[in-house]
């Protein structure tokens, strides 16, 4: 079984920071790409950020320069430092996860439960 856990939601003020942070456990062989989405009220999960086994990263372009996406392959976990909120980056933020679970199986994604990040104008 593969667990994808998010933590690092909350509410804080137009222009303020938080981390989110996302880790994968249970038994696999490889963990893949990783990264986040989010999903405001009424409108359709969007990516946020992507990063590669490697560090190869990718913004959606609304937060760029302002949120930096981070992994550690040792620990199977990625992070996200969002700087200069905006009331509309509120919305819940899932974690992507593509996994290999045995070498000889195709990789398939994963999602983490979402955390709720709410920016207060």
């Known amino acids: 079984q593969v667990q994808v856990v998010e933590s690092g939601g909350g509410l804080v003020q137009a222009g303020g920071s938080l981390r989110l942070s996302c880790v994968v456990s249970?038994?696999?062989?490889?963990?893949?790409?990783m990264g986040w989405y989010r999903q405001a009220p009424g409108r359709q999960r969007e990516l946020v950020a992507t990063?590669?086994?490697?560090?190869?990263?990718n913004y959606e372009d609304s937060v760029k320069g302002r949120f930096t996406i981070s992994r550690d392959n040792a620990k199977n976990t990625v992070s996200v430092q969002m700087n200069s909120l905006k009331p509309e980056d509120t919305a819940v933020y899932y974690c992507?996860?593509?996994?290999?679970?045995?070498?000889?199986?195709?990789?398939?994604?994963?999602w983490g439960q979402g955390t709720q990040v709410t920016v207060s104008s």
């Open positions: 992507n996860t593509d996994i290999t679970i045995r070498y000889d199986l195709e990789p398939r994604v994963y």
């Open positions: 249970g038994s696999f062989f490889r963990v893949n790409n």
């Open positions: 990063i590669s086994r490697g560090g190869s990263t």
